[in-house]
């Protein structure tokens, strides 16, 4: 069965400082990975999809960036975090139909 | 571009008692309709999805959703609902069936009364 990892689970970090969010999947090949941020009492925006190794789409223009080095690790990142980063942040990989399947997350606040 | 609105940001529900979210989309074709759910502090779970075919369809943890063409609505429905069912409860589509993201809506959390 498939499993997808993402870690740290909580991070917080000062404003300036850079950033690197890890996502790896188990038990799946070539998967569809995606990027979400959950603000505080908001809903889930998509920042980053790629369909494979090196191939990063970005949906919204930011402070972040993301990559694929590997068929099954997404990496978020920044270089230097701003305040309004802070959220909860979930990776996902996709299904046959597109069904997608979310990590645990990981609780971001920039102080 | 496709939007989701889920009108009910709070629902109170006593616990026994049916329940029903709504969900509806804005979008000119049929889109891939899904509704997830958010404990708090954890990732999403999938409880149920609709592509195509019966418009009535059944999901995890009794759970089951009705897709409505005419009024462009997706809503989540349970006949008996568990304390445990709080959380919150997101209903997103996506396009075409391809690699494009999801797009969610605002959420409803869900409030179980004793």
């Known amino acids: 069965s498939q499993t997808i990892h993402q870690w740290p689970a909580t991070l917080v970090q000062p404003v300036g400082s850079p950033l690197s969010l890890e996502c790896t999947v188990e038990g799946t090949s070539n998967p569809n990975l995606y990027w979400y941020r959950q603000a505080a009492g908001r809903g889930l925006q998509l920042l980053f999809y790629s369909v494979g190794i090196g191939q990063i789409s970005s949906e919204v223009p930011q402070n972040l960036s993301a990559s694929r080095p590997q068929d099954r690790q997404f990496i978020l990142s920044s270089k230097k975090l701003l305040l309004s980063d802070s959220g909860f942040y979930l990776c996902a990989w996709a299904g046959s139909y597109n069904e997608q399947f979310f990590g645990p997350g990981t609780r971001l606040t920039v102080l | 571009a496709q939007s989701v609105t889920q009108p009910d940001i709070h629902i109170t529900v006593s616990e026994g008692a049916s329940l029903e979210l709504r969900c509806n989309y804005s979008?000119?074709?049929?889109?891939?309709l899904f509704w997830y759910v958010q404990s708090p502090g954890q990732g999403l779970q999938l409880l149920l999805k609709y592509f195509s075919g019966d418009t009535l369809v059944q999901g995890i943890k009794g759970f089951e959703a009705e897709f409505k063409r005419s009024q462009s609505s997706f809503n989540l429905r349970k006949p008996s609902v568990h304390w445990s069912d709080a959380a919150e409860y997101f209903c997103?589509?996506?396009?075409?069936?391809?690699?494009?993201?999801?797009?969610f809506g605002k959420g409803t959390h869900l409030i179980i009364q004793p």
């Open positions: 979008y000119g074709a049929t889109p891939y």
């Open positions: 997103a589509v996506q396009v075409g069936g391809g690699a494009d993201g999801l797009t």
